[in-house]
């Protein structure tokens, strides 16, 4: 019986040196994976820790590898940036016929933002706000000099402030609340005259939107359709007739002599409506400073004194239904006539640079400042005539050639008018009173930035 006890405590202590021997021996390799779904090739494999790090090791996706944390993984891949399309943009200005409706391609930085700069024929990034334009550095006060036994003078060369290649516009509206108010430089392609689209806060050039007029001067017709009338140097046309508004306007130009007509500009108007008359003109000038108003007003045949300064206003006491009104410091102006039409005019010369890209012969002693205009009409008549006039006739029909690159539409007979306050075209129909729009549908224009209507005219 002894013998058998002693049989069967060997028996238990052998078994308890194998058990034992078994759990000191190495653990089973924990199961590990990939939890990363942008490794679709190893996202939930089942990988297993290597010996050095049985139960606690984890997985490099990028590799498919488990790893030992007491070395760092590599760090994975950045994420897959989507790269966006870039926007096919074209040139929209047809007196760049080199680069007009040429396909271009915004560039990298701003995929879907650019537009044109159309005289160099390269997309460029737009920014919105435009920032404003630095200002003139203030000169701090010298320190107090220093006693010294041979004292010297210093001697410093004031530097003159950077004087602003382009101007800057603002939003009017104040139903735009996020826009109102902000300022926007100029873009590349109109740097001396833009308005500000409040829609989108952006500038925008008053010759590339619908009703822009530049150049040898371009109209665009109350039907979107743009043509040129080039008229004469030193002779008048009529704008616009209808019963109770004549406009007529005075070229100025310069003769090109490999060319048959001349190159020519709106100097002035002569505006006759009821029994009044305004004149509205730029004073000639040889070296242009924007900072010197040369607007020329007449109401009645008595000068009108309109002070610098965006805001100011003159409104006659025997026309009350008139305004004038500066909307900058200098050089430009809207005129209303209420129920009757609305003027924005502006004043600016022919450039160095513009002389010769096209060619104008501009000489030192004359800049041939001219007029930029809009114009915005509230009650036309069906029968209403003129260059610009004739396209809200209700009987209208375009003879304007299209797919020509300069489209010109003539009759410079019938539109020519003695002088600048004679309602004597061909096409005049002019009385002094208001007969009433007839029942049909003009052309309309919108614009954002606050001169929508039934027409807009520009000269540049």
């Not at 004149?279 to 004194?305: H, M, N, Q, S």
Request: hydrophobic share 30%; aromatic share 8%.
């Amino acid at each position: 019986m002894a013998r058998v006890m002693e049989r069967s405590a060997c028996l238990l202590l052998l078994l308890f040196l194998v058990v034992a021997v078994v759990e000191a021996g190495p653990h089973k390799a924990k199961k590990v994976k990939c939890q990363d779904k942008r490794y679709p090739t190893c996202y939930h494999k089942d990988l297993y820790c290597p010996n050095s790090c049985l139960r606690t090791c984890a997985v490099d996706c990028a590799t498919c590898q488990p790893f030992c944390p007491t070395t760092p993984p590599p760090p994975p891949p950045p994420p897959h940036t989507p790269v966006h399309k870039q926007k096919k943009v074209k040139c929209e200005d047809k007196k760049f016929p080199t680069c007009y409706h040429k396909d271009l391609y915004c560039p990298v930085s701003c995929p879907r933002t650019c537009m044109v700069d159309c005289a160099k024929c390269q997309p460029v990034c737009s920014v919105t706000p435009s920032p404003p334009l630095p200002s003139p550095p203030t000169p701090s006060s010298p320190p107090p000099p220093t006693p010294s036994p041979s004292p010297s003078t210093p001697t410093t060369t004031p530097s003159s402030p950077p004087s602003p290649s382009h101007k800057t516009a603002k939003c009017k509206l104040r139903n735009y609340p996020q826009c109102y108010g902000v300022e926007h430089t100029c873009p590349l392609s109109c740097p001396n005259n833009c308005e500000v689209d409040c829609v989108t806060c952006k500038p925008v050039c008053d010759c590339i939107k619908v009703g822009g007029v530049c150049e040898d001067p371009r109209f665009v017709g109350a039907d979107g359709i743009t043509f040129y009338f080039h008229g004469k140097k030193d002779k008048d046309f009529c704008l616009v007739s209808d019963s109770n508004i004549h406009i007529n306007a005075h070229f100025i130009g310069r003769r090109n002599g490999n060319m048959k007509r001349d190159f020519t500009w709106v100097q002035s108007l002569g505006i006759l409506f009821d029994n009044h008359k305004l004149y509205i003109g730029a004073k000639k000038t040889a070296t242009w400073d924007d900072a010197i108003d040369r607007l020329a007003l007449v109401f009645d045949d008595e000068p009108i004194f309109l002070p610098d300064g965006e805001g100011t206003k003159w409104q006659p006491i025997e026309a009350p239904d008139t305004s004038i009104i500066r909307t900058r410091d200098t050089n430009t102006v809207e005129i209303e006539v209420r129920n009757n039409f609305k003027i924005k005019a502006t004043v600016v010369p022919i450039t160095e640079k513009d002389s010769k890209i096209h060619n104008y012969g501009i000489t030192q002693d004359d800049c041939f400042a001219h007029l930029d205009l809009s114009f915005k009409f509230y009650g036309l008549s069906g029968d209403v005539n003129g260059v610009l006039g004739q396209t809200y006739a209700s009987n209208y029909v375009s003879r304007v050639k299209m797919g020509v690159v300069m489209p010109v539409l003539g009759g410079e007979e019938k539109f020519s008018s003695s002088t600048l306050f004679t309602a004597d075209c061909t096409v005049a129909r002019f009385t002094g009173e208001l007969a009433g729009p007839e029942n049909f549908e003009y052309a309309k224009l919108d614009c954002a930035s606050g001169m929508d209507g039934r027409g807009v005219v520009c000269k540049r």
